[in-house]
Every structure is written in structure tokens, then in C-alpha cells.
């Protein structure tokens, strides 16, 4: 019988309040529902602990163990997890509705380089005044930007108008 263990405050030892639990051995034997009394001179005999590690069942269930090694394995554990996690940024590609041909290239190559780096890229035109009334020319700078990246990424989030901000969001493609 596999246990998965919940929380991270265990109760050890002398700490069990329980009359009888339901205990499993060092080697994952089952011991059956036995006197805590009992259980715990089992776990002292081989110089082990006794871990509730399930509070919530009927009858709750402890394991012998040793206790400090178990917990050094779990912070082992969290740590490769958290090694092998990718986080996630979203960079920021600002351009404005009278942007010249070459400096969309200049951006578009620095959006090019966050994409391959595995970032988010949110590219924003801004409007100032009267230019919002001209939303078409954002969204035509916003699709030539997008075109010239099509190999490198995927649109996320098509182009929108929010405020006097029109923002595309591009992901980078998956391999």
C-alpha cells in the first residue's frame, strides 16, 4: 500500500496521542493496527522514529522511519524541483505610431533575441493624443512586427486596443 504523505508537520514519537494506529514498517511492511505503546517500542528497538503521517484516516497511520534522513530526501526533492522549474518573463517592445521601417527592424531584432532566450515579448504602441483616432496604423505596425518573427514565435495575445495602448503578446515557439 503506497501512502502519500500531505502535510509537513508530522508528529513524532511521543507526540501521537492516539490510542491504536495503523503502522507500516522501515522496509514498507505492513504491521497492522497495533497499541501506539507498542509501535513505539517496535521504533525504538531499531532505533528508528514513528512518524504520523496520515492524522486524517481510520485508524490514523504512522510509519517507522528515520526521521532526519526522510526530511533531508524531501528538501532534496523540492530543490531539483524547483532547479528544473522555467520561469517565465515577459519583455516589453515599446513602438509608436510613427515609427520609421528601420527602427520596427531594430526592435523586432531585439524581440527576436527575448523569444529565442524563451521570454514573452508584450509589444506595445502607444498613442498620444489625436493618434489614437488612427488605431488602424498601430494595428498595421503590430502585424508587420509579427511577421517578421513568424519563425520564431507564436501570437499569443492578438492585437487590441486598451486605453491609448494597443498591446500584442508573443510566445516563443515550441520546439
Excluded: W
Excluded at 509589444?123 to 502585424?143: C, K, M, P, Q, W
Amino acid at each position: 500500500m503506497e501512502v502519500k504523505i500531505i502535510s509537513k508537520d508530522f508528529l513524532l514519537n511521543e507526540e501521537i496521542r492516539e490510542k491504536e494506529v495503523r503502522v507500516i514498517g522501515s522496509e514498507n511492511e505492513q504491521l497492522g493496527v497495533i497499541l501506539t505503546k507498542e509501535a513505539l517500542r517496535i521504533a525504538e528497538e531499531k532505533e528508528l522514529d514513528l512518524v504520523l503521517i496520515a492524522p486524517t484516516a481510520n485508524p490514523p497511520v504512522c510509519k517507522i522511519m528515520d526521521y532526519g534522513k526522510f526530511l533531508y530526501e524531501q528538501s532534496k526533492k523540492e530543490k531539483e524541483a524547483r532547479k528544473n522549474q522555467k520561469i517565465v518573463t515577459i519583455k516589453e517592445v515599446r513602438l509608436s505610431p510613427t515609427i520609421e521601417e528601420h527602427d520596427v527592424t531594430i526592435k523586432a531584432n531585439n524581440a527576436r533575441k527575448f523569444l529565442i532566450d524563451g521570454d514573452k515579448v508584450k509589444v506595445t504602441v502607444r498613442f498620444r493624443g489625436r493618434e489614437a483616432d488612427y488605431s488602424h496604423v498601430g494595428h498595421g505596425i503590430l502585424n508587420s512586427f509579427s511577421s517578421r518573427l513568424e519563425d520564431v514565435c507564436v501570437i499569443e495575445k492578438p492585437a487590441k486596443l486598451e486605453g491609448r495602448n494597443m498591446i500584442l503578446i508573443l510566445a516563443p515557439k515550441r520546439a
